[in-house]
Every structure is written in structure tokens, then in C-alpha cells.
């Protein structure tokens, strides 16, 4: 019995999870803990501001959503390839 190494990056069980992400929910649960740090620093409670933000710098969702947004702004990779292209 042989096993088949594909060298091919969209077969990688990680690629594969990506594209699996909802993405519109990750969005919805980040902008949920933005909306209830705001309504509680409107509202005075600091702590509970603070907590919050604990909660939203370490969440698994902000995580991704931060990773994601960079590397799908083409802006970003643009700017890269042109500094890139400078140093050389």
C-alpha cells in the first residue's frame, strides 16, 4: 500500500479549515464584544470596559478576523512587493 504526498497547498488539512471558517459569523462575534465595550464605557463601567477588552484581544475570532484581513487586503501585499522591490 503506498500513501500519495500531494505537494499541492490547497489540499493541506490547515487550507482546508481556513475555507471552512464562517466568516460572517467570526465578524458577528467580534463586532458583538465591540458594541458591549462601547455601551460600557458610555455607561461608566470601566471594569467591565476592561474585561471586556481582555476578553476581545484574546478571543479566538478577533484572532482570525485580525489575520484575515491582512492577508486579503491587496493594498497591504501591494506595498510589500514594492518595498521589496526597492531594498533589491
Excluded at 26 to 53: E, S
Excluded at 59 to 83: D, G, I, M, P, W
Aim: aromatic share 10%.
Amino acid at each position: 500500500m503506498t500513501v500519495e504526498q500531494s505537494t499541492d497547498a490547497s489540499l493541506t488539512p490547515a487550507s482546508r479549515y481556513w475555507k471552512a471558517i464562517n466568516w460572517p459569523q467570526v465578524r458577528q462575534v467580534v463586532r458583538r464584544l465591540q458594541m458591549r465595550i462601547a455601551k460600557a464605557t458610555q455607561a461608566g463601567r470601566h471594569r467591565k470596559a476592561q474585561a471586556l477588552q481582555w476578553l476581545l484581544t484574546h478571543s479566538r475570532a478577533a484572532k482570525l478576523l485580525a489575520v484575515h484581513r491582512v492577508t486579503t487586503n491587496v493594498k497591504y501585499f501591494e506595498q510589500r512587493r514594492c518595498f521589496a522591490w526597492r531594498v533589491r
